[in-house]
C-alpha cells in the first residue's frame, strides 16, 4: 500500500543501520515514547539492527496502560448501571481495575459497547434517547480532536443523554517527569509523530533546551524509525540538543490548527494521575467549563476514590523504561494477553503485549518488508 | 488493524459528502478496504488525497513531495 510498503525496505533499513554503525562511538541511550512506535520495533526487530552501544528504552505512550485504576474502577461502576450504554475503545476491555475489568461487567449484562470512534457513541446516545450514553475517552492529543468532536457535536445537536469519562492526557509533561526525576536514563527522544499532526511541535523547543536532551519527532515505518535514530544519535554524537522533524510528510511545526482550536474550545488542561507516573500536574485534559453538562462524573457523581496499584504487576517500571517486560518474573507465566496483571500486556500499544506478541522466544523479528 | 484505537494509518479519500466544514465526511481507502472518516480537521483535503486516519477522524494530509523526504535522506547519505 502506498505510503506503507515503501518505508518497510530491507535495502533501506540496512543502509541506516550501516550508518548509524559508523557514527556511533559511545553508548547511548533512546527512548521512543509512542507504544506504536514500540510495537514496530518489536515486530519488525529494529532493536537488532542496532549497534550494541545503542539501547532503545519503551516509554509512557501507551494511554490505555496509563490509565489509573481509580478511573478504570469508575468506568466500572459506570458501565454496571442499568440505565447506562458505556462505549468504549475495544483496548480497554480487558483492562483490570481494582477487582475486575470491562468484559466481566459485559458479562454479568452490563451493556458495554466497543465503538471504532467517539462519533459512534454519539449516534447511539440518538438511538437510545431513554438511556444514558457513557463514551470512555482514553488518548493522548491524537484521540483528543475525535473526543472534542463528540463532545462538540453532542452539544450542538442537543443530544443531552451523552457524557464523557475522560482520561485524556498529554505527553510534554510526561517528558517532563521522565526527565525530572532522579535516576534519569534517556538521553534522547524519539516523539511521537501521530501526536504531533495534532500539536506541531513548538512545545518541545523549551524541553529540549532546558534539558539539553535531543528530540526528534518520527514516524511508525521501519525506515522513519531508523532514519529518527539517526537523527537523535548524530545530536548525541555533537552534543546539540534540538528538535527535529523526520515525520515531514505528516507533521507541520504549527500541528494541526482546526483539532487544535475545537481541542482548547472543548477542554481544559487539569492534573492527572498516570499509572506508574504518579499524577503529574497539567498533564490530562478534562472538559471546559462550557461542557461540564457532558462530564459523566458530575454527571452521575461517581467517587474519587485513590485505590493502590497491584503490587505483583510492575507495569509502573515498564512504563518508566526502567524494566523490560521480559525482566518481570509475571510475564509470560501469571501475566498474559488471556489474564492481564495490568494494561501493559492488554493494550495493542503496550510494551508487554508486543513482547508477549513476537519475542516470547528468542524470536525471529516479523521481518521488514515481507511483513504487512 | 483498524480496530486499534490509537494506530494511525494511511488511506486515499475516494470521495466526500456534506458541504458544512464540521460535517464533512470522506470514503478513505486503506488498500481495498473502505471506511468512512470524518473530515472535519482536514479542510483543505480532495478526492485522491492520501491522508492519516485515526479513531474514524482523518486528521493529517500526507504531503506528496515530503514523502519522498527518507529516500532522499538515504540517497544523500550514500553519497557523502
Redesign the interface.
Known amino acids: 500500500?502506498?505510503?506503507?510498503d515503501?518505508?518497510r525496505d530491507a535495502e533501506?533499513a540496512h543502509?541506516?543501520a550501516r550508518?548509524i554503525a559508523r557514527i556511533t562511538t559511545r553508548p547511548w541511550t533512546i527512548m521512543e515514547v509512542c507504544?506504536?512506535q514500540t510495537h514496530a520495533i518489536v515486530k519488525f526487530g529494529i532493536d537488532q539492527l542496532l549497534p550494541r552501544e545503542v539501547t532503545l528504552i519503551h516509554g509512557p505512550g501507551?494511554?490505555?496502560c496509563v490509565t489509573p485504576v481509580e478511573l478504570i474502577d469508575q468506568a466500572l461502576e459506570l458501565a454496571a448501571r442499568p440505565e447506562v450504554i458505556f462505549c468504549s475503545?475495544?483496548?480497554m476491555l480487558r483492562v483490570p481495575g481494582s477487582k475486575t475489568d470491562l468484559l466481566a461487567v459485559k458479562a454479568s449484562g452490563g451493556d458495554v459497547r466497543?465503538v471504532?470512534?467517539?462519533?459512534?457513541a454519539v449516534n447511539t446516545a440518538v438511538k437510545n434517547p431513554g438511556k444514558e450514553v457513557v463514551f470512555f475517552g482514553?488518548?493522548?492529543e491524537?484521540?483528543a480532536?475525535?473526543t472534542a468532536?463528540a463532545v462538540?457535536?453532542a452539544a450542538h445537536k442537543g443530544v443531552k443523554n451523552f457524557s464523557l469519562l475522560s482520561s485524556h492526557v498529554l505527553v510534554p509533561p510526561a517528558l517532563e517527569a521522565l526527565l525530572n526525576a532522579p535516576d534519569r536514563r534517556v538521553q534522547g527522544f524519539l516523539a511521537a509523530g501521530?501526536v504531533c499532526?495534532?500539536m506541531g511541535y513548538e512545545e518541545y523547543l523549551p524541553i529540549a533546551a532546558k534539558h539539553r536532551v535531543p528530540i526528534v519527532v518520527t514516524g511508525?515505518e521501519p525506515?522513519?524509525i531508523l532514519?529518527g535514530i539517526l537523527m537523535c544519535l548524530q545530536q548525541l554524537e555533537s552534543g546539540r540538543a534540538e528538535v527535529e522533524n523526520?515525520y515531514?510528510?505528516?507533521?507541520r511545526k504549527e500541528g494541526?490548527l482546526?483539532?487544535r482550536q475545537l481541542i482548547g474550545e472543548v477542554f481544559r488542561v487539569v492534573p492527572r494521575q498516570w499509572r506508574g507516573l504518579g499524577e503529574i500536574p497539567l498533564s490530562g485534559l478534562g472538559l471546559s467549563e462550557s461542557y461540564q453538562a457532558f462530564d459523566a462524573q458530575r454527571k452521575f457523581g461517581v467517587a474519587q476514590v485513590r485505590v493502590p496499584e497491584s503490587a505483583e504487576c510492575l507495569s509502573g517500571l515498564v512504563l518508566q523504561g526502567k524494566l523490560n517486560p521480559r525482566e518481570c518474573p509475571a510475564f509470560g507465566s501469571r501475566c498474559t494477553p488471556e489474564h492481564p496483571l495490568g494494561a501493559t500486556m492488554v493494550?495493542?500499544?503496550g510494551a508487554c503485549a508486543a513482547y508477549y506478541r513476537y519475542r516470547r522466544e528468542p524470536a525471529e523479528p516479523a521481518g521488514i518488508q515481507t511483513h504487512h | 488493524m483498524l480496530g486499534q484505537m490509537c494506530l494511525a494509518i494511511p488511506g486515499k479519500i475516494t470521495s466526500i459528502s456534506g458541504d458544512d466544514e464540521l460535517f464533512r465526511m470522506g470514503k478513505i481507502d486503506f488498500g481495498g478496504i473502505e471506511k468512512e472518516a470524518s473530515l472535519a480537521y482536514v479542510p483543505e483535503a480532495k478526492v485522491g488525497d492520501y491522508v492519516i486516519v485515526h479513531v474514524g477522524f482523518a486528521i493529517s494530509r500526507l504531503d506528496e513531495e515530503e514523502a519522498n523526504q527518507v529516500f532522499e535522506y538515504l540517497r544523500q547519505m550514500e553519497e557523502a
Do not use: W
Open positions: 500500500m502506498k505510503y506503507l515503501e518505508y533501506g543502509k541506516f550508518e507504544g506504536g501507551c494511554p490505555v475503545f475495544g483496548d466497543i471504532y470512534s467517539p462519533l459512534d482514553v488518548g493522548f491524537t484521540t480532536p475525535a468532536m462538540y457535536q501521530h499532526t495534532i511508525f525506515l522513519d532514519q523526520q515531514t510528510r505528516a507533521v494541526n482546526p483539532a493494550s495493542s500499544e
